[in-house]
């Protein structure tokens, strides 16, 4: 895995470099506006008037993915996403650059104390728009170029369960990750592999729609888009919802609201509170930022979504 710089002075000096390149024009400001697991953002406003994003990631071929990602969403939403204006890959960097897509991300806390009501009707736009994805479907589970899988028992399984499970062991060999977690994460394993086959069908998914990554008014709290996809595949549609349930998702009833809309599987609780430990232990192996904390709390919820499934015990 190729990791790259992205400290905010290099790339003060070097993104004004590539958009000249790219887009023959000048950089009249560039502010950084957030960072997120893979790299950071910054907004910049040209010479020619027009104002764009431009990421920079951690991990080089990210921006391929990310840009691949963006365009099949983008055509399979109404919400707005940015659309991709160039990306760049040399050996000093990996780059995006986008549209701009206006609003805050929904992780600001001065949208926590906005009204009820205001936060219901921003998660039903939110599901709304998630479904259009939903609707849209595959033959087989995977990657959305190739995918392979008959069921995503046998994707996830192959895929992510045990590539992760064995990476973690042998970080946890080293004094690298908790033995504690990790035991956590084989119990939970072995429940989630024991639960009843609900029958699937492959739909598209973004992968990462936590609330750092949907876009909202600060004024009124209405969404104005979508941003940052990541793992974006033909996937179990649960498999979605897990990140709608990140950092402080659940203040805004996006997972509630999915599923009074959409029913759910019987252990759909378990389900995603799996998915998310389980992904977020992952990110010690995919070069991405490590987060204490939320992994303690996906821990601590699926801990409790283990207690409740006490016939498997």
């Known amino acids: 895995m190729e990791m790259l710089k992205v400290d905010n002075k290099f790339l003060e000096k070097l993104l004004p470099e590539k958009v000249r390149e790219h887009m023959q024009c000048d950089v009249k400001s560039l502010t950084f506006i957030g960072g997120g697991s893979f790299g950071k953002v910054f907004k910049a406003e040209l010479t020619d008037g027009r104002i764009i994003a431009v990421k920079a990631f951690r991990v080089q071929g990210s921006q391929l993915e990310e840009a691949s990602q963006l365009k099949t969403l983008s055509e399979n939403t109404s919400v707005p996403m940015p659309e991709v204006l160039f990306t760049h890959k040399s050996e000093d960097c990996a780059v995006m650059a986008m549209g701009f897509i206006d609003g805050s991300n929904v992780l600001n806390p001065i949208f926590l104390f906005k009204s009820k009501d205001k936060k219901l009707k921003f998660a039903q736009s939110v599901v709304e728009g998630m479904l259009e994805w939903h609707s849209v479907t595959a033959e087989k589970f995977g990657s959305l170029e190739t995918p ?35 035991e956590l994460l084989k119990k939970a394993t072995e429940i989630y592999n024991a639960l009843p086959t609900e029958e699937s069908i492959p739909v598209l998914i973004h992968g990462d729609l936590n609330i750092m990554n949907i876009m909202a008014d600060k004024k009124t709290l209405s969404l104005t888009g979508f941003i940052d996809p990541c793992g974006s595949i033909w996937a179990d549609r649960e498999y979605d919802l897990f990140q709608l349930r990140n950092m402080w998702g659940d203040s805004f009833y996006l997972y509630d609201t999915y599923k009074k809309i959409h029913p759910l599987s019987e252990n759909a609780d378990f389900r995603v509170a799996y998915y998310a430990a389980m992904h977020e232990a992952s990110m010690r192996l995919k070069g991405g930022l490590i987060m204490p904390l939320w992994e303690e709390l996906n821990n601590m919820s699926l801990r409790k979504e283990m207690k409740k499934l006490t016939w498997l015990y």
């Open 148 to 182: 392979l899988y008959d069921t995503w028992k046998e994707y996830y399984k192959k895929e992510k369960q045990e590539p992760w499970l064995k990476a973690l062991t042998e970080l946890s060999e080293k004094g690298k990750y908790s033995k504690k977690s990790l």
